[in-house]
């Protein structure tokens, strides 16, 4: 009877999910049950230990994890400020809050990275021409000391407005920062002769962004190989803050957006935050990792609705030879971004 009955109803369609997508999703939820398990190993990092000071052959205290490029005034943010300002996670930022897009209190921040890399799937993405500029405005701030005896205390929030150029390169000024009612041209440090700075890890424009693999290992393996570590750094935590830093410096191909949440959903010690704040005051979902070597923890901050990147932070998770415990070290709230063609150009101009 149950076989006559099938046989007069139409056949069901056929919806067959791609093989790498399938292996994506069964991948995820392996992962899922072992953490679900009583005697699984834990994924969080270890104990923070303190970053106990050396000394060189000078004599000078060496200490934990510095900005890579700090100001005269040993003012810190992380390596993205000093590019961009630590701006707007690519164009996952302009996701559409009308997809409807929820969050549940009670997933994992790997369950949450995929749906936001869905999210970065689905967001059509008009391509940047090399002629042109990447301009965002983020409300910044950094941590700052006297001198390297001095701890860091935060710094005050101020505007910034920050044009990157597209062009492949190499390129001498890599970056037009406007603050403080003046234009800071950003140039890299080079050594003499040098043609500049060609588009790469360290200046990601969105052609080269839109050369990374897509795969999510590879898209990991291809990071690992590139990104340097500071003495003392987790190899994981490089990672993770160098995918924070090609999120929030350019605008990029919405594949290579949802591959970089995929990728980091496969680093290690990956947690959810249900309460992040960006120093805009405003609140949303974050991602976090710990770096236990360091005492160094960042955060991604995201719009608990629509899932759109809005901010990141950097703080201490320890006392040490840097500062207390819960020193931001650096943070950042996009305000606004968008693609103009030329240096000084604003939106809408």
Do not use: C
């Not at 060496?62 to 992380?78: I, Q, S």
């Not at 164009?91 to 936001?116: P, Y």
């Not at 993770?240 to 959903?265: H, N, W």
């Amino acid at each position: 009877m149950n076989e006559e009955l099938a046989r007069l109803l139409p056949p069901p369609p056929e919806r067959d999910v791609p093989p790498g997508r399938l292996s994506h999703h069964k991948e995820r939820l392996m992962r899922l049950i072992d953490e679900g398990r009583p005697d699984a190993a834990s994924t969080a990092p270890a104990g923070p230990a303190a970053a106990a000071a050396t000394a060189d052959g000078r004599g000078a205290a060496v200490r934990g994890p510095r900005p890579r490029r700090p100001r005269p005034a040993l003012w810190m943010p992380a390596a993205a400020l000093a590019l961009a300002g630590a701006l707007t996670a690519g164009l996952v930022t302009t996701m559409d809050s009308g997809l409807g897009v929820r969050t549940s209190d009670g997933e994992t921040a790997v369950v949450l990275l995929d749906r936001i890399a869905e999210v970065a799937a689905e967001t059509e993405v008009t391509p940047v021409r090399d002629d042109q500029f990447v301009y965002v405005k983020s409300l910044s701030a950094g941590a700052e000391a006297k001198d390297e005896n001095s701890v860091f205390v935060p710094g005050k929030p101020y505007e910034l407005e920050a044009w990157l150029p597209q062009e492949p390169g190499p390129v001498k000024q890599v970056a037009l920062h406007y603050e403080g009612g003046g234009y800071v041209p950003v140039r890299e440090l080079l050594p003499p002769g040098s043609p500049g700075t060609p588009a790469g890890i360290d200046r990601p424009t969105y052609t080269w962004l839109a050369s990374l693999p897509t795969d999510p290992d590879r898209l990991l393996d291809r990071l690992s190989r590139l990104t340097r570590t500071f003495e003392g750094q987790e190899k994981d935590q490089a990672v993770f803050d160098k995918i924070g830093e090609l999120l929030g410096t350019s605008v990029m191909p919405s594949r290579t957006a949802a591959a970089l949440y995929e990728a980091a959903a496969k680093i290690p010690g990956v947690t959810r935050i249900e309460n992040a704040v960006d120093p805009a005051g405003r609140h949303g979902v974050g991602i976090r990792r710990v770096d236990g070597h360091a005492d160094w923890a960042t955060e991604w901050i995201f719009d608990r609705h629509s899932l759109e990147y809005i901010g990141r932070r950097s703080y201490l998770t320890a006392d040490g030879p840097m500062g207390k415990k819960g020193t931001v070290m650096d943070e950042s709230a996009v305000l606004e971004r968008a693609v103009v063609d030329k240096w000084r150009e604003r939106p809408g101009a």
